[in-house]
C-alpha cells in the first residue's frame, strides 16, 4: 500500500495555526502544524509537533509518489494531477528549527528567468573563501571562479590578495535576517565588517520577503533594517531575488572589490609633483 500525505485539523484550540501535516521521510514520520492545505500563493510557516494526534479528524489522505530528503529540504511528489509537487525548507532562527512549506508555483515567483553572463568578473577569476561554518554553502557554479574553505574572521565569504582580506560578506535568508536584526546580533555583525576594506550583507530573497514573515512584526522588521543600513552606511544590505542572484552579485561584487584593491595599490607610490616655477 502506497505511503500518504494526511493533512487533518488541528485539534488545538485558539491556534493560528489550524491544520496538521504528517509526512512520512524514510523511518521517520514528520509531523508539522500550518496555516494552510497547500502553499498556494506564498510560503507557509510549518512548527513542527512531537506526534500525530490517534484522533485525528482527517482532511485529506493523498498517495505518495515520492519523498526524499536533499540536505536542507524535503521533496515532495503526490499522486494526482494538479498541486503535486511541492517541497519543506528546514532553517534555522534564533537557535531554532523553522520549516517553510512551497510549492513550484511559488518557488517560480520567486525565480526569475534570468541566464546570468558568463564573462569573468572584471576580468579576474577569483578565489573565494568560504568559511568553515556556512552550511549549504554557495558553489558558484555558473560562475567563473573558484572556492576553498577554511576558517574566516568575519563573514561567510571573503577574498584575500596576498593574505590580506579584501573584502568580506555575509549571507543570510531572510528569516535569519529578521531574527538577527531584532535580537541585535547583526549590529555586532555590520560593526565588524565595517571594519573591514570592505563590507557587505546579502540577503537571498527580495525585500518583499520582510513583510511575508510569519510571527513577525513586519514594520519592526523593516525598521530595522533602514537602522541598520544608516548606522552602517559603508556596508550595503543587499536583497537578491533567490540565491542564483545573491551568488551572481556577490562575484561581481567580489571582482569589483579586487580590481579597486589591485589600482589602489599600483597607485599607493605615486605621489603629485608640485608646478615648475614659473620663471620671470
Known sequence: ??????????????????????????GEVVVLKVRETWPRTAKVYCHRVV?????????????????????????????????????????????????????????????????????????????????TRERY????????????????????????????????????????????????KLTYLMADLANQPRGAVIVDSGYSALFKLEHVNASSVADSVAEAQARFPSVPIVFCENRKMAQEWLYRWFGACLHESALASTTSGITAQPDEAVED
Do not use: C
Open 51 to 131: 506526534e500525530w494526534p490517534e484522533d485525528a479528524e482527517i482532511v485529506e489522505a493523498l498517495p505518495i509518489r515520492s519523498v526524499s530528503k536533499r540536505g536542507a529540504a524535503i521533496d515532495l511528489v503526490l499522486e494526482r494531477g494538479k498541486e503535486n509537487r511541492s517541497q519543506f525548507v528546514l532553517t534555522r532562527a534564533r537557535g531554532r528549527e523553522m520549516v517553510f512549506w512551497q510549492s513550484r508555483k511559488v518557488a517560480k515567483q520567486a525565480r526569475p528567468n534570468v541566464a546570468v553572463p558568463k564573462a569573468r568578473a572584471h576580468g579576474l577569476v577569483p578565489d573565494i573563501v568560504v568559511d
Open 1 to 26: 500500500m502506497a505511503e500518504e500525505f494526511l493533512i487533518a485539523r488541528n485539534p488545538e484550540e485558539g491556534t493560528s495555526l489550524p491544520y496538521l501535516l504528517r509526512l512520512p521521510v524514510g
Open 137 to 184: 554553502a554557495y558553489k558558484f557554479s555558473e560562475q567563473q571562479a573558484t572556492t576553498v574553505k577554511r576558517a574566516l574572521p568575519v563573514g561567510d565569504y571573503a577574498v584575500f590578495a596576498d593574505d590580506e582580506l579584501v573584502a568580506a560578506a555575509e549571507r543570510k535568508s531572510v528569516e535569519d535576517l529578521a531574527s538577527s536584526l531584532l535580537s541585535g
